[in-house]
């Protein structure tokens, strides 16, 4: 399955890129070789055929600018340039820097020339109408195959990203395998896991209790809910090389792999830090009110894949066996629907919104003590908690550390060749245009749920990557406010859900899993889950 997405994301990437240029070559779109009548202001006058350069102004009504290049623009341009005069009049160039406020036009063809500020063309004085004033045409560097060099850049910029990702997770990775190598060897991951054995046993039926996997998977999950990420990648990694020492067929996911990984993409968090702090940073007046919703959102994404996952894992059904399949499993489909009924009940009657309103009392002075608690002394007991216990049960703590460390520096070191293959496909669809081409496509879709049109890319973005969607998260905000509904919306996305496709490159890469069964397909149906789920709780209370 992995095998078919990673071709997909590349070639609907290049291919959407390559139709786009020839669309705009066609239709000439940057008006290549065509004059561009502009007014030049010289502050300290102008005089023909002198080889200087000139600081000027260059001026550009909105209506011929709109009608030159058939773009709407409702203001009138106004930039600062420099002309150099040549003895040749021919060769006589203008330069000047494009910056976000300029036309986006005017923006792509600046990064279609390597530097994303500068425009250069060639000038003709038409006229001197005073000393200062000259009316003028300007025929700017020809632009072509902007699409696919942006594949290009894209390319090498997230080759470069994922190997960068990669370095900056051995210390991280070696210090907490070190820390669990510790805890492991003291017994206390197995103390863990035995409290937790009831839950557990459910969901990983096929792993046994006392497993070291479990305590790993226990961990992860833990860190995740925290929102300890840098320490919830470690234990995951940990927990799939563990899971894999159970695998009967190597290079085949486990229905304990698929369950573990479809908890993880499903992003249950209990304090979404990042997006809290995003909000704070733009003026939020309450930049913790999200945390109820995307405690919400979050959970029905993580009921929804881990139910996915335990059905997915049950096909396929031989023939005629699927009534046995009904009967034998008969009680969970109860208690599945019967949960799937109390929450619909709950969210529907004015107990469920009056308890779905109380979710979000928490005040920006309360939300910043609980983040502060967090970020303060997490990471620091839990590692005093597991060296400490060490200690005490006189494990050779250093011995342990460092021979767990050691397993960290591997582990890191191997996830390097998937990630890049991940990571540079996703650059290549998201840079190509493929994913405003399939937004586009859904837009009836999404028309009809509900969903805003400007919060349609976080949505899209958020399982393939994750700085691309906090890039947009950002942005949203800063254009709609971070307390307006569509703020809101796109802040309880980010905050209770997870990068799908980059947790199934890193941690099957880490095992060499290349045939992933029903995992990608429980993942997704966790996101869209999650998107629906955020969409309704966001548009009960604050819609």
């Known amino acids: 399955m992995l ?101 986006k036009i005017w923006q792509e063809m600046a990064s279609a020339s390597g530097n994303n500020e500068d425009l250069n063309g060639k000038i003709k004085i038409d006229s001197l109408l005073s000393p200062s004033i000259a009316k003028a045409h300007i025929v700017l560097e020809n632009v072509s195959f902007l699409k696919l060099k942006d594949v290009t850049s894209a390319a090498l910029d997230y080759a470069g990203s994922a190997v960068s990702i990669s370095l900056g997770l051995i210390g991280v990775m070696a210090l907490w395998l070190g820390v669990m190598k510790v805890a492991e060897d003291a017994g206390l991951i197995s103390i863990i896991a035995r409290w937790l054995k009831p839950v557990t046993k459910k969901l990983f039926p096929d792993v046994p209790p006392e497993h070291p996997a479990m305590g790993s998977m226990i961990m992860n999950i833990s860190a995740n809910m925290l929102g300890l990420g840098n320490a919830a990648t470690p234990f995951g990694l940990k927990a799939m090389e563990e899971l894999n020492e159970l695998n009967p067929e190597k290079g085949v996911a486990t229905n304990a792999m698929c369950t573990f990984l479809a908890i993880n993409t499903a992003g249950m968090t209990l304090i979404p830090a990042t997006a809290i702090a995003i909000r704070a940073a733009s003026g939020s007046s309450e930049p913790a009110i999200i945390i109820g919703t995307s405690i919400f959102a979050s959970f029905c994404a993580t009921i929804a894949g881990v139910t996915a996952a335990k059905i997915l894992e049950k096909f396929p059904i031989k023939k005629n066996e699927f009534t046995f399949w009904v009967k034998s499993n008969l009680k969970n489909i109860s208690a599945i629907v019967g949960l799937i009924l109390l929450i619909l009940i709950i969210i529907f009657s004015g107990i469920g919104k009056d308890i779905l309103q109380r979710l979000s009392f928490f005040s920006p002075g309360v939300a910043r003590n609980i983040l502060q608690i967090f970020s303060t002394l997490a990471i620091p007991l839990l590692i005093i908690l597991f060296i400490g216990y060490g200690a005490i049960k006189k494990v050779r703590v250093y011995e342990k550390f460092v021979e767990g460390a050691k397993e960290g520096f591997t582990i890191a070191v191997k996830i390097i060749p998937y990630l890049v293959a991940m990571l540079v496909a996703i650059g290549i669809f998201r840079a190509g245009g493929a994913m405003q081409w399939l937004i586009n496509i859904l837009h009836p879709v999404t028309d009809l749920i509900g969903l805003p049109a400007e919060a349609v890319p976080m949505a899209f973005m958020r399982p393939l990557s994750g700085s691309g969607s906090l890039g947009i998260m950002a942005e949203i905000i800063s254009v709609h406010g971070p307390d307006s509904f569509i703020g809101i919306l796109v802040s309880t996305l980010y905050g209770s859900s997870e990068t799908t496709f980059y947790v199934l490159a890193v941690y099957f890469g880490a095992v060499n899993i290349k045939r992933i069964r029903h995992a990608l397909s429980a993942g997704l149906i966790a996101d869209i889950v999650g998107v629906l789920a955020a969409l309704f709780i966001v548009r009960l209370l604050f819609g």
Request: no cysteine; hydrophobic share 40%; proline share 4%.
């Open 3 to 103: 095998n078919y997405v990673w071709l997909a994301l590349l070639f609907l990437g290049i291919g959407t890129a390559i139709t786009t240029d020839i669309i705009d070559q066609s239709q000439n779109k940057f008006q290549n070789g065509n004059p561009l009548i502009v007014t030049l202001e010289f502050p300290g006058g102008f005089q023909k055929n002198q080889e200087k350069s000139y600081h000027t102004i260059l001026r550009i009504k909105a209506a011929d600018f709109s009608n030159f290049y058939k773009e709407n623009i409702y203001q009138d341009i106004s930039i600062p340039a420099i002309v150099t005069q040549h003895s040749n009049a021919a060769k006589d160039v203008i330069n000047f820097k494009i910056s976000s406020t300029d036309p």
